[in-house]
């Protein structure tokens, strides 16, 4: 995360649940930047790396993100998810989608500029990521806000 607050109280909260030896926090963008493309090993193409986790990780999740990002950006942290994964780890990210209640809400009145997508729309940017050929599970959720996207690398 981006928000260091964010990260001490969670961090807080995972020592209270005694997670704290097997959760990392790490201050930093999930999303390389155009100028900072990452080569698909945690690092940039300028080598100095972003400060991101580089040892294989069993779970990489994105809750809430990628509808903020343009296609390419999704692309992009996917491929940069994925080569954060151990084999047979899990990536999980979650989308808005097309035609949700709130949909036009958040566009027109609250001028919340979101990328809302649809299944195909999703299963075409993990076709076009590292994690093309993985077995891809869509799950909306029960008020049809929401998707749920999950794979698991291969192992």
Known sequence: DV????????????????????????LGNAVPSADHASDGNGSDADGKGRGLLHQPQQLVYALGLCE????DEVVGLLNHAHAMLAPRGLLIVSNLA?????????????DWQTHHRTAAALQALFARSACAGLALSLDLDDVEVSWMAACRKAG
């Open 3 to 26: 928000d260091e607050q964010a990260l001490l109280a969670t961090a807080r909260r995972a020592e209270q649940a005694q997670l704290g030896d097997r959760i990392a926090f790490v």
């Open 68 to 71: 903020y990002l343009a296609d």
């Open 98 to 110: 097309t035609g949700q209640p709130d949909q036009l809400l958040m566009a027109n009145l609250l």
